[in-house]
């Protein structure tokens, strides 16, 4: 159907509307019933968008639906059906078709629609319009609540809405060429907003407190009014220009003339006095051709330095994927009129809306209550009119609500978001990129208000600023924020504007450290360490905060406190409150936890915050008046504050968190992770944070926006210079930017004609190029140098001298004794005659140093001449002896094949009693080719499922797994253990095992039995401990996260999928490049980066989520009884549990399962009495002891109970079986009656069996 000829029905539809004579429309009688109808189209269009596409070629709304609006506006019904058609035809085109079409064809249906929003929104330029709708929108705020309609406030919604369209529309790059100054049709619109009077009632909207409803709305439609606009233009508009700004117009003229008429001298240069017909062959001694003979240069000599190999050659095609990202950010300036309109419009909305509407904004967004990306309007709102404000006079107090370490949180929170997000979302990585770009101008812009106030007059503002500051820079997340953007630059996702942006907010930020730091001798930083946690849950202490910490803090609350006047926001008064109303405690009794929220308050030195909680506590338990009485003075309640800051409170230790509840698995794993982050204070030292900068990774973002200089602004040159400057002459680090390309773009700066303009920039240069020319006369190797990029250690090489080979830290020299070495050349006289076909394995065994490797041998064999090279020493590829199998080997297979078909091990067995000995590869596959077998797995060893009579390894831990149905670790993993254990070795016989071999094998302990499910964790904890012991404490301790997350995001969405490990520290980044840790991913079952097409390693879809939370949990620190491993384990089993015979029955299985939880109960009973006996003196001794010990005492009797009837529970859980209503018939019943899942009672059993082991 073609698009341009309308359909039947569709066509009298749109008759069925009326029709326009001259100025008047008449309608039709069924014109209401006409509209409905076509909105009934739009609902059932196509993927082409076909009726859309009809309706605007036959300008339905500007020939129709305008007119009736504004002629028929009395008619209530065909109004809202109007509008309600209109918001649906202005919706933008990537909401109709989702994403910009690949496809040509829908290519083409996206221009055309794009086009008729074009033209729909030159229509909607309206003063007409625009008066009738702020007329509408105005009687119906008008109407009180009471009064106001379910279907009002959906007109007043489809209103915003249809003026938010309207707004959205892009400008028309073909049909606008308009230049600065020009009326553009965002202009006209602009301007028919503000003469019918909609921009007052949007600033209305966005300050009254009966409509916040629509504040999400509003600021949706007011950050579209500013889309193309800056604030300096603005502040700037209506104002004559200012000394400053002429003389920067000055300086930018006088460079470009200067560069003008450079480039004008150096023609007239290269011109002669004489034209010459004949300009000349030159052969250039010393530059090769193609071939062998010297270039011939057939031009002048003028033209000679712009000769290039590359003149004449095609250029490269560059891939999409590998093209660097542009800049799509368009601004120009207005028309006065409305730029003069915008800024009294900011003007009043800082004054009279700005706090509240971002208020409400940030409560939805935190709320969840606002669509995907909403943040981004917030994001746009507190960077443009921050930077309006502080153009404009800087008054803080106008973005008070903004201006806090709450708001840096959320921004920086976001950018890490979004970094996380272009990583894993590449389809979509150019918009994660926008909207990165976004968050980090509102990261700078908040910066920047900062810094502005930390140069006012008023000392009470310039207390406010320092005390930002100082939590800013206390925080270790601020500090490292742009450490990691600049590392983890990636110019094909992120444009230059972002990167000019993120090297301006380094600058800015690296300055205002550096002078916060002066004039303080010690300056104390947060520090986040891995901390080591212990395997068994026990209560920990709260972290103790020093005197020297407290009154530290306690003189930043007080200053912030007395700068505010005691005076707090009404967000901070109406969401203050101090008591739980979901916990289980009255609220009558919640006194002690509102007085620890408030300490906690302080403690994190959000001093408005802990006033507000001592306020509303104060108003809640007014008796007593233990929060202060109602007529308190400001000074009572700062010093109210003080005691509550030093007081020692009662905190509820973890484990009694833990154990009130049933349903806390996920609670508890998260407690513990927050133990394992030890926070810590230490010295900061500027210089050392700078050190930090001096990487190749952060000097190449530098230099890649030092390219373009010539069209950057000054300030931006001097940030790039500054800090190439702080590398170079501070760190005395010079030789890191001794690299080609930089020195390539050097060349460029002075040779460029108007390098006067960059005196900065050539300075520079000079500088580099003369410490470079210095050290080549010292070390001829600097000029090959200049290829490389240069980590610390080479550049401290490249200065200070070459270390010779071996001499590295990493290395250390084998040293043999004399003795060793005769011992080695006996051993080697006596067997190099012997048929072994490897020497080396003979001798390893029976030498007296037991630590001696394969390698250390062969290379000292190399070094005492007894071979020649280590080619002599080389391992023989096995199974590679014998190919051929003949008629008696087969049948010999054959016999052995039937004779131990049904055994335990039938591959073992045949191995071991095989004549020819093979590998078991070339075994497995000859029994396959011989059909004895269909499938390789019925070769698996077979593995006897222990019950809970005859295990003769099996902990307490195994056999109430066995007993509560829960699943065994071996059980879980047994199969996959056992398939990949047969596949490993089929794949490592077929290999050569001569790469980098560190352990000797035995040839007695060939044939290996499986690990235990408790022996591999043993060994999972044992490597994991020997990578902690390198100083990758904080890798374990991410990668254990990470598999506690994957582990809950799977439990949580019931789908297992491969989750990629992204590291976003540097540390972590190394650690994923270290051996040693790679050799732990390996092992706890972490996959590799398949191919090119992958960067990461993955957590595989095939581990479940109790596999995923047992590797965690065996990633936990080894104590030193637990080092032993799975020994240590079987001491633990009762007497009772001995080997059994294989022919017992299922009565002598229960009565043993019987006599095991009989002996268990034994010893929790008489643990607890122990226990009751001790709490007795206790009590007996708590007239004579502080209150806070025996509030202490009180609390272990309490844990000690709940632990032990956890048990008892545990043990009960099995309702339906026999055994236990036998065994234990004066059980607590009670317990049956709970319901936990099985996750939970494994955890907490494990946790309870481990506490009582280590007491008895």
């Known amino acids: 159907m073609d698009l341009y000829m309308m359909n039947c029905e569709l066509l009298a539809t749109c008759s069925a509307l009326g029709y326009l004579e001259g100025e008047t429309y008449h309608k039709e009688p069924d014109c209401l019933e006409s509209v409905k109808d076509l909105i009934r189209y739009l ?119 249809l003026i938010r369209n309207v707004l959205h529309v892009p400008p028309d790059p073909y049909e606008e060429k308009n230049v600065d100054d020009d009326a553009s049709v965002h202009d006209k619109l602009l301007w028919a907003i503000h003469m019918s009077g909609m921009d007052d ?34 502040v700037s508009a209506g104002h004559s220009r200012s000394a400053q700004e002429k003389q920067k ?46 270039v011939i240069f057939h031009s002048g000599l003028h033209n000679f330095k712009n000769y290039s190999h590359d003149a004449g050659k095609a250029t490269r095609r560059v891939p999409k994927r590998k093209q660097m990202a542009r800049d799509t950010d368009s601004q120009r300036r207005s028309v006065l009129n409305v730029r003069l309109f915008l800024r009294e419009f900011c003007v009043d909305f800082l004054e009279n809306c700005y706090n509240r509407l971002m208020y409400l904004v940030k409560e939805s967004l935190i709320r969840e209550h606002a669509q995907q990306h909403d943040e981004t309007y917030y994001m746009w709102a507190l960077s443009f009119f921050m930077a309006f404000n502080r153009g404009n006079g800087c008054k803080a107090e106008l973005v008070s609500e903004t201006l806090s370490v709450r708001a840096f949180h959320f921004i920086e929170k976001n950018i890490t978001n979004y970094y996380e997000m272009m990583l894993t979302d590449k389809k979509e990585a150019t918009s994660w990129s ?45 500090r490292e924020i742009f450490l990691t953007l600049l590392r983890k630059f990636d110019e094909r996702m992120q444009p230059r504007s972002f990167l000019r942006d993120l090297v301006e907010s380094t600058h800015l930020f690296l300055r205002m450290l550096e002078r916060f730091c002066k004039g303080r001798n010690n300056l104390l930083v947060q520090k986040k360490k891995a901390k080591r946690t212990t395997r068994k849950k026990k209560p920990s202490a709260p972290t103790e905060n020093t005197p020297e910490a407290l009154e530290e803090t306690w003189k930043i609350i007080s200053e912030e406190l007395q700068s505010c006047g005691f005076q707090l926001s009404e967000a901070l008064t109406e969401g203050a409150v101090p008591f739980d109303a979901a916990s289980e405690i009255p609220v009558t009794e919640q006194r002690t936890e509102a007085m620890i929220r408030i300490q906690d308050a302080v403690l994190a030195r959000t001093g408005p915050e802990a006033l507000s909680l001592l306020r509303a506590a104060r108003e809640v338990w007014p008796e007593g008046n233990v929060f202060g009485s109602a007529e308190v003075q400001p000074e009572e309640e700062l010093e109210l504050l003080k005691q509550i800051l030093f007081a020692e409170l009662p905190r509820p230790t973890q484990t ?23 926070v810590s204070e230490t010295e900061f030292n500027f210089l050392d944070f700078i050190k930090r900068f001096a990487s190749p990774n952060i000097v190449r973002p530098y230099l890649i926006l030092l390219r373009s200089y010539a069209t950057n602004t000054p300030h931006t040159n001097h940030c790039v210079v500054r800090m190439l400057h702080r590398v170079g002459v501070d760190l005395k680090m010079d030789a890191l930017l001794f690299q080609l390309s930089v020195f390539y773009l050097f060349n460029k700066i002075l ?100 630590n001696r490797t394969r390698r250390h041998v062969v290379a000292q064999m190399v070094s005492m001449g007894l071979v020649d090279s280590v080619k002599d020493l080389k391992k023989e590829r096995k199974g590679t002896r014998i190919v051929l199998w003949t008629e008696d080997q087969e049948q010999e297979l054959q016999m052995l094949f039937e004779e131990y078909k049904d055994s335990e091990d039938i591959l073992g067995n045949i ?58 670790r071996d059980a879980i993993t047994g199969d996959e253990e056992e398939e990949d254990e047969l596949e490993d070795e089929l794949m490592d016989e077929d290999e050569d095992e001569e790469e980098k071999e560190e352990v000797r094998v035995v040839p007695e302990k060939k044939n290996r039995r499986r690990e235990s499910a408790v022996e591999k964790n043993t060994s999972v904890g044992t490597m994991a401990q020997n990578v902690r012991r390198e100083g990758l404490s904080g890798p374990v301790l991410w990668l ?193 009656a709970e319901a936990r899942s099985a996750p939970a009672n494994k955890r907490r059993r494990q946790r309870v069996l481990s506490d009582d082991e280590d007491e008895d």
């Open 911 to 968: 191995l071991k009693h095989l004549t020819a000995k093979r590998s078991r590869a070339r075994v497995v596959d000859k029994i396959l080719s011989m059909g004895l077998v269909s499938d390789r797995r019925e070769l698996y060893k077979k593995r006897r499922r222990n019950t809970a009579g005859k295990s003769t390894g099996m902990t307490e831990e195994d056999f109430f797994a066995d007993l509560s149905g829960a699943p065994r």
């Open 201 to 234: 009632l949007l600033k209305f909207l966005a300050s009254a407190q009966s409509e916040q409803q629509w504040s999400m709305h509003v600021l949706e439609v007011i950050s579209l009014m500013f889309r193309d606009q800056t604030p300096e233009q603005l």
């Open 434 to 478: 926008r909207r990165m770009h976004l968050a980090l101008k509102a990261y700078q812009e908040l910066l920047m208000t900062v810094n502005e106030m930390d140069h006012s007059k008023d000392e009470n503002i310039r207390q406010s600023a320092n005390v930002i500051k100082s939590n800013i820079f206390y925080l270790m997340e601020y």
């Open 43 to 161: 609902r059932h269009e196509d993927d082409t968008r076909d009726i859309r596409q009809q309706l605007g070629a036959g300008q339905i709304l500007q020939n129709d639906l305008l007119p009736i609006i504004t002629q028929h506006g009395q008619d209530k019904p065909l109004f809202d059906a109007c509008i309600r058609l209109m918001v649906n035809l202005t919706q933008p085109a990537l909401l109709c078709f989702g994403k910009i079409p690949d496809d040509p064809a829908f290519r083409h249906h996206f221009l055309q629609i794009v086009s008729y929003l074009h033209a729909y929104k030159e229509a909607f330029a309206n003063e007409k319009v625009f008066a009738v709708l702020s007329e509408t929108l105005y009687n119906l705020l008008q109407l009180d609540w009471e009064q106001r309609q379910e279907e009002d406030n959906l007109l007043i919604e489809r209103i915003l809405l």
């Open 751 to 850: 040779s460029d004609p108007a390098a006067s303009a960059y005196k900065e920039l050539v300075t520079f240069a000079k500088y580099i190029l003369n410490r470079f020319f210095a050290l080549a006369a010292r070390n001829n190797k600097a000029f090959i140098e200049l290829l490389f990029w240069k980590n610390v250690g080479a550049v401290r090489e490249m200065t200070e001298g070459y270390s010779k080979d071996g001499d590295g830290a990493g290395k250390k020299k084998v040293i043999w004794t004399p003795e060793e070495e005769e011992e080695l050349r006996q051993l080697y006289e006596e067997h190099k005659d012997s048929e072994d076909p490897d020497i080396v394995e003979t001798l390893l065994p029976l030498l007296s140093n037991t």
């Open 1040 to 1232: 254990q996260n990470c598999l506690n997350r994957a582990a809950d995001d799977r439990e949580e969405d019931g789908v297992s999928h491969p989750v990629p490990l992204v590291p976003l520290t540097e540390e972590n980044e190394d650690a994923m490049e270290n051996k040693s840790f790679q050799r732990l991913l390996r092992k706890v079952g972490i996959r590799a980066p398949a191919d090119e097409q992958e960067s990461f390693w993955r957590i595989p879809a095939t581990l479940s989520i109790y596999q995923l939370r047992v590797l965690a949990t065996s990633l936990n620190p080894l104590k030193e009884n637990e080092v032993g491993g799975p020994a240590e384990s079987e001491e633990s089993v009762p007497s009772s549990v001995a080997p059994q015979q294989e022919d017992e029955g299922p009565d002598s299985q229960e009565l043993r399962a019987q006599a095991l939880r009989a002996l268990l109960l034994a010893r929790q009973h008489k643990r607890s009495a122990e226990d009751t006996n001790k709490d007795s003196t206790v009590e007996e001794a708590a007239p004579e002891s502080p209150k806070g010990e025996a509030q202490s005492a009180g609390v272990g009797s309490k844990t000690s109970g709940k632990r032990s009837r956890m048990l008892d529970s545990d043990d009960e859980q099995d309702d339906d079986s026999p055994s236990r209503m036998n065994a234990e018939p004066e059980a607590d019943e009670g317990s049956d």
């Open 249 to 294: 117009d000055t300086s930018e003229l006088e460079s470009l003339r200067q560069k003008e008429q450079a480039e004008k001298r150096s023609r007239i240069m290269q011109r002669g006095n004489r034209h010459s017909r004949f300009r000349g062959s030159y052969v250039v001694e010393g530059l090769k051709s193609i071939g062998e003979k010297d």
């Open 656 to 678: 009694e968190a833990a154990m009130d509840e049933d349903d806390d698995g996920a609670e508890l794993e998260e407690e513990e992770e927050l133990e394992s982050v030890r």
